[in-house]
């Protein structure tokens, strides 16, 4: 089992920044690619972002235009999405999962609560 906890979510103006962190526990972390996602009530989950066990590998949807950066620190446990250039329509929940790597949340089998972003305009 994996257990993983969001934070870094809240309220920014459009053009701000935040850094989400997803903290994980239990099951070796370092062996797990691991996803960001996002949910709003109107839209599925869709992907943000993913990262392989080594962090050399990294994958971004369309939508981040370059805006985001993934990243993870294997000795602490963390992975991080570091959010630039903030837009209204990236307010959203965003969740990060741990699994095989890929931009399907059906291949990620742990998932975190959630934590809630939102951008004013």
């Known amino acids: 089992q994996v257990q993983l906890v969001e934070s870094g979510g809240g309220l920014v103006q459009a053009g701000g920044s935040l850094r989400l962190s997803c903290a994980a526990s239990?099951?070796?972390?370092?062996?797990?690619?691991m996803g960001w996602f996002r949910q709003t009530s109107e839209k599925e989950r869709e992907f943000v972002s993913a990262i392989n066990w080594s962090g050399r590998r990294t994958y971004y949807a369309d939508f981040v235009e370059g805006r985001f950066t993934i990243s993870r620190d294997n000795a602490k446990n963390t992975v991080y999405l570091e959010m630039n250039s903030l837009k209204p329509e990236d307010t959203a929940v965003y969740y990060c999962?741990?699994?095989?790597?890929?931009?399907?949340?059906?291949?990620?089998?742990?998932w975190g609560q959630g934590t809630q972003v939102t951008v004013s305009s």
């Open positions: 239990g099951r070796t972390f370092s062996n797990l690619a």
């Open positions: 999962a741990a699994g095989l790597l890929s931009t399907s949340p059906v291949t990620y089998d742990y």
